[in-house]
């Protein structure tokens, strides 16, 4: 299958400070990237969709101004989380969809965040 | 509104034994059902899926079961194994949009 791959895979930052993480398709171009938040033992909670070149869409109740997303080119989205505090630690995990609309979406690996 | 139900939330199995877990949909515009598998600390990955047009779909020890008229899936998994132990999540989306996720289902299978 197509390969995903996020960076960082964990981080740690103090409160107050901003924390970028990068989702990357290594061999398909992908038009659409989505970003998902999970707690331990939890589902995968959709924060926001990605399109390249547009702005991202939010699901409800996700801060925009908290999580910024941006959809550069076809092979990264990142998404960055501003003036982290405590409650943002969580694992983030970024998805993507080739430009073929086969509704298979390929995820990277997760990126852990903590926030002292 | 959840969308997709997952049961049971969690499942222990024996060594070769048939693991079963069931999700049931709302949506009717539902087109894609996919099941993933996740290991601790991992992003999910893609086991098998199906779409409304076939009834079952089979990939090696991993079987899809999908009752349209009852808007119900369920995946087993045959001669289950301890490296099978991982939380299972089953998902629907619609004309390729994003992906509805089950509550999963964490799996142990004793050896």
């Known amino acids: 299958g197509a390969v995903v791959s996020q960076h960082p895979s964990w981080v740690i930052c103090k409160s107050g400070t901003s924390v970028k993480i990068e989702c990357r398709s290594l061999?398909?171009?992908?038009?659409?990237m989505f970003w998902y938040r999970q707690f331990p033992k939890q589902s995968l909670m959709l924060m926001a969709t990605?399109?390249?070149?547009?702005?991202?869409?939010?699901e409800q109740g996700v801060e925009k101004d908290k999580f910024l997303i941006n959809h550069a080119s076809l092979t990264l989205s990142t998404l960055t989380v501003t003036s982290a505090h405590p409650e943002d630690s969580s694992f983030y995990i970024c998805s993507a969809r080739g430009t073929v609309t086969t509704g298979e979406l390929f995820f990277g690996e997760g990126s852990r965040l903590t926030v002292l | 509104q959840q969308q997709v139900k997952q049961s049971p939330q969690s499942l222990i199995v024996q060594k070769g034994g048939i693991s079963i877990i069931n999700c049931a949909y709302e949506?009717?515009?539902?087109?894609?059902f996919p099941w993933y598998q996740q290991f601790p600390g991992k992003g999910p990955a893609l086991l098998i899926a199906i779409r409304p047009d076939v009834s079952e779909k089979k990939e090696g020890r991993f079987t899809i079961s999908f009752n349209k008229s009852a808007k119900q899936f369920s995946l087993h998994i045959m001669d289950s194994q301890p490296g099978d132990s991982a939380t299972y999540f089953c998902?629907?989306?619609?004309?390729?949009?994003?992906?509805?996720f089950g509550s999963g289902t964490q799996l142990t299978v004793l050896p």
């Open positions: 061999d398909f171009q992908a038009t659409t």
């Open positions: 998902a629907a989306s619609h004309s390729a949009r994003q992906l509805t």
């Open positions: 990605s399109n390249e070149g547009s702005k991202a869409t939010y």
């Open positions: 949506n009717t515009a539902f087109d894609y």
